[in-house]
Nanobody
Framework: QVQLVESGGGLVQPGGRLRLSCTAS????????MGWYRQAPGKQRELVAA???????DYARSVKGRFIISRDNAKNTVYLQMNSLKPEDTAVYYC?????????WGQGTQVTVSS
């Protein structure tokens, strides 16, 4: 089993920044992908950004150039630096870890962008 613990959400004004963190523990293989998804009210969960164990990154078009994903393999931790936040970034953000054969999810952290 794998456990994911997220932190860093909150309320921020448009144009502001937040940094999300997610630390994994448990039965973690050496090769895995970590990422962030988000789900706004009434919408489907969508990929925000993901990073493989080799460092390959993927971003949603809507956040490219504003968000930066990174990871610390020694700490089994993934970060999401969110800059120039917009009201449409408001959502519950979920951490995800993918190992061969299974996805694991965090409990979610609320990000609200509002003046």
């Amino acid at each position: 089993q794998v456990q994911l613990v997220e932190s860093g959400g909150g309320l921020v004004q448009p144009g502001g920044r937040l940094r999300l963190s997610c630390t994994a523990s448990g039965s973690i293989f050496s090769i895995y992908t970590m990422g962030w998804y988000r789900q706004a009210p009434g919408k489907q969960r969508e990929l925000v950004a993901a990073i493989s164990s080799s460092g390959s990154m993927d971003y949603a078009r809507s956040v490219k150039g504003r968000f930066i994903i990174s990871r610390d393999n020694a700490k089994n931790t993934v970060y999401l630096q969110m800059n120039s936040l917009k009201p449409e970034d408001t959502a519950v953000y979920y951490c995800m870890l993918n190992q061969p054969g299974r996805d694991y999810w965090g409990q979610g952290t609320q990000v609200t962008v509002s003046s």
